[in-house]
């Protein structure tokens, strides 16, 4: 398979969708390739009960709105067929069960390698995703757990744990929705929360807090922290009484300076309030059938799920590079021109104005600045 397109996209989820559609309107001829065998993947596979927490509004990708018979949080369903129509609607194609194993320079080329044959082009877009590959924390211990150990992008539903003790670790927006859905079914469920927290409302004032976010995003992230506060504690409520620690850093600056995103409460904490999910602090180890806490406690769990995000490393997919990643391997640029000419990344952030939103603006920033790549 080689290539006579401008620019390789690699990945077909909502990013790598966005920037073809952008760089096509921007004259550009391009080709998507695609691991999976559909746009989408990673939304295919999200627990079953997943909704946006980003507005249908603001969640759209470039030329194409979310239609207005959507839910104001579109179902994760509901965000596939999207996806899927925004690709058929824009004749996008991509080179489905084609994984891109590694990026490099050939000359005045980039070369994507395929299992296939390798793919050129002028300019090569990296829209991975973030979602990959999960992190597993390891514990003393951990070995000789015999329950059923899963990361949260392994869990469908509440239906494999009916009648089992659930421990979930992880305070973020997968860990608090797996908890409550587990609750909500009736399983015995706790949530490990190991620091200090953010929680924001899903909706402040009758508007989403992602419009909010969007009013405030010319502010200094501390200003609009020390804005917000009380406003958020009178909407949230006293966490502290529930037995979270509330962190030193407002929602904002934790997005902005550490990539953290608060978690947006659709009804965890209520559940904490009714004691349906039970709070859990650090853990110290594991044994046979059981986690010990810090504080000594050890408790019997019959399931662990791990919510503890994802730690994506680009380094080995593009290796050749100077100046392009950060220690994690994460692209110091995304959306924009790197160190490295021609190459791109999109959607590689954690945004507190909501990231398929930034994916939208990032695309756009992108088509634009890869024009240099038509053929003169
Ligand atoms: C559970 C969850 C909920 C989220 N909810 C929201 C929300 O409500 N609002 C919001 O704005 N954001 C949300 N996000 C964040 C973000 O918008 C999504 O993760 C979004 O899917 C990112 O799009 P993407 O295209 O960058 O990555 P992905 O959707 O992860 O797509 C990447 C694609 O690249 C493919 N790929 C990866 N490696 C290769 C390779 N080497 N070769 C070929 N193909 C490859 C994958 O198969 C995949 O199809 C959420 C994220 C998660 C994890």
């Known amino acids: 398979m080689t290539s006579n397109s401008d620019a390789i996209i690699v990945g077909a989820g909502p990013a790598g969708l966005a920037c073809a559609v952008a760089m096509r ?25 997943l909704h946006l927490h980003t507005d249908r509004d603001h969640s759209g990708l470039p030329g194409m709105a979310m239609p207005g018979t959507y839910p104001a949080y579109p179902s994760r369903a509901q965000m596939v067929d999207y996806l899927e129509s925004y690709a058929a609607r824009f004749d996008i194609r991509p080179a489905f069960n084609t994984t891109v194993s590694r990026i490099r320079r050939d000359g005045g080329m980039w070369r ?26 390891s514990w003393p211990g951990l070995a000789s757990y015999s329950g059923l150990l899963l990361h949260s992008s392994d869990y469908r539903n509440p239906q494999p744990f009916a009648g089992k003790r659930v421990l979930v670790i992880g305070f973020g927006n997968s860990g608090g929705e797996i908890a409550l859905d587990l609750a909500n079914a009736g399983i015995e469920v706790a949530l490990a929360v190991r620091g200090p ?32 506060a009380p406003i958020l504690r009178l909407a949230v409520g006293d966490i502290e009484k ?43 180890r594991l044994t046979a059938g059981s986690v010990v806490f810090a504080d000594g406690n050890a408790e019997r769990f019959d399931a ?31 959306g924009g021109p ?39």
Request: net charge positive; hydrophobic share 45%.
């Open 338 to 376: 790197t160190a490295a000419p021609g190459l791109y990344f999109c959607g590689q952030i954690t945004s507190p104005t909501g990231q398929l939103r930034e994916i939208g603006i990032e695309a756009r920033r992108i088509a634009e600045s890869a024009k240099a790549y038509l053929p003169k």
């Open 112 to 137: 994507a390698d395929t299992a296939q044959q390798p793919i050129s082009a002028s300019a090569v877009i990296v829209a991975t995703g973030i979602a990959d590959p999960p992190y597993r924390p």
């Open 197 to 228: 927290v953010q929680v924001l409302p899903r909706d402040l004032l009758g508007f989403p807090i992602l419009s909010w976010a969007i009013l405030q995003g010319r502010l200094p992230a501390r200003l609009v922290d020390f804005i917000n």
């Open 304 to 334: 662990i799920i791990l919510a503890t995000g994802f730690r994506p490393d680009l380094r080995r997919l593009v290796p050749d590079v100077d100046g392009v990643f950060d220690h994690h391997g994460l692209p110091r640029v995304t």
């Open 242 to 284: 529930l037995g979270l620690r509330r962190a030193g850093k407002g929602p904002r600056q934790m997005v902005e300076e550490d990539g953290r995103v608060p978690l947006i409460d659709i009804g965890t904490l209520a559940a904490i309030r009714a004691g349906t999910i039970k709070l859990r602090g650090a853990i110290d």
């Open 25 to 49: 309107a921007a004259g550009l001829d391009v080709m998507v390739v695609e691991k999976a065998a559909s746009v989408g993947a990673v939304w295919r596979r999200h627990y079953e009960r």
